[in-house]
């Protein structure tokens, strides 16, 4: 694939990937306040040291969860940009989406 329009396919995955995020369905909206509740709740009930502990949790989660959404969000454009690229030209798609 040449390199302009691996640009102009980057930008509309980024582009689709922004749309999304703001989209989600109201499961994944709920399940985030949840979260968001339960560990407030359960933030103030910590000591000093537990909480040092709990900010390495809430970070992990943070850091998950976006490469959650960068993995299946970006893995599924690209396989379906390569999909379609291939179907035009009978070609074989790669295995794997390399991302």
Same mark, same amino acid.
Request: aromatic share 12%; glycine share 10%; net charge negative.
């Given at each position: 694939?040449?390199?302009? /329009?691996?640009? +102009?396919? #980057?930008?509309?995955?980024?582009?689709?990937?922004?749309?999304?995020?703001? *989209?989600?369905?109201?499961?994944?909206?709920?399940? /985030?306040?949840? +979260?968001?509740?339960?560990?407030?709740?359960?933030?103030?009930?910590?000591?000093?040291?537990?909480?040092?502990?709990?900010?390495?949790?809430? *970070?992990?989660?943070?850091?998950?969860?976006?490469e959650? #959404?960068?993995?299946?969000?970006?893995?599924?454009?690209?396989? !379906?940009? !390569?999909f379609?690229?291939?179907?035009? *030209?009978d070609?074989?798609? !790669?295995?794997?989406?390399?991302?």
């Amino acid at each position: 694939m040449d390199t302009h /329009f691996q640009q +102009l396919a #980057d930008e509309f995955i980024t582009q689709r990937v922004g749309h999304y995020g703001k *989209n989600e369905p109201e499961a994944v909206g709920s399940a /985030f306040v949840a +979260l968001k509740k339960g560990m407030e709740a359960l933030r103030v009930t910590l000591g000093d040291e537990q909480l040092s502990l709990f900010r390495v949790c809430e *970070n992990a989660i943070s850091l998950v969860s976006g490469e959650t #959404d960068r993995y299946y969000y970006v893995g599924g454009f690209k396989d !379906a940009i !390569a999909f379609l690229i291939c179907w035009g *030209n009978d070609a074989q798609p !790669a295995e794997e989406s390399g991302v």
